[in-house]
């Protein structure tokens, strides 16, 4: 049985190993999420550790209830440096939370994914285990997604095969590719494009 707490922990670690040999210039690096640094993303990863779930919901009043707004605040308003976030993320490898109505797969789905968007850019392949991928691949396909980060319809009339891992999910058009650029794809990160292949795609790169 997969031990998803493990899972977490090891992408945690492996991702402030990384982290820990970057330069100011790759800290200074547009990752792939809009308006972010590398060192932004990192301050975002940082954040469930630091903001208790009342302090959360305070800010989640301010910003009407809004949580990209809220996030998006932390990460850009962060001063500190990148190898202190580093050693957040590190010491709070093994720290187990998962936001409200999801369980631990979200927090395994955001390490992974940020990881992604933190090393493509730099041109660094940040390899993602089997079991983790197919985790992560299945919550950006589950209806509970598309309450919450995933684009409602996106994946409507779609199937979806990994092609290094043993998943698949839904009928229809064919997108073949790696779990986690299948799942950086549905996400509308326009890097997880460029693995795909079938005549998915294209209804799928539309849809973003």
Do not use: Y
Request: contains cysteine.
């Amino acid at each position: 049985m997969t031990d998803i707490h493990q899972l977490i922990s090891t992408q945690r670690v492996s991702l402030a190993d990384t982290l820990d040999g970057f330069t100011d210039e790759q800290w200074k690096t547009p990752s792939l999420c809009a308006g972010w640094t590398v060192r932004n993303v990192a301050a975002h990863l940082a954040m469930p550790f630091e903001v208790s779930l009342p302090r959360l919901m305070i800010k989640m009043i301010g910003a009407r209830g809004d949580f990209n707004r809220v996030a998006n605040r932390v990460a850009l308003e962060d001063p500190r440096p990148g190898p202190e976030l580093s050693a957040v993320i590190r010491a709070n490898a093994r720290t187990q939370f998962k936001p409200p109505g999801f369980g631990f797969e979200a927090p395994l789905s955001d390490v992974v994914l940020h990881g992604q968007d933190i090393c493509r850019p730099l041109g660094i392949v940040r390899p993602v285990p089997a079991d983790a991928a197919a985790i992560v691949a299945g919550l950006c396909v589950s209806p509970k997604a598309q309450r919450g980060f995933v684009k409602k319809g996106i994946i409507d009339g779609l199937r979806f095969e990994a092609s290094d891992v043993d998943w698949s999910h839904g009928d229809g058009a064919l997108v073949r590719g790696p779990a986690v650029s299948i799942a950086m794809a549905i996400t509308q990160r326009a890097s997880g494009f460029d693995d795909l292949d079938g005549d998915g795609v294209a209804v799928l790169r539309s849809r973003t």
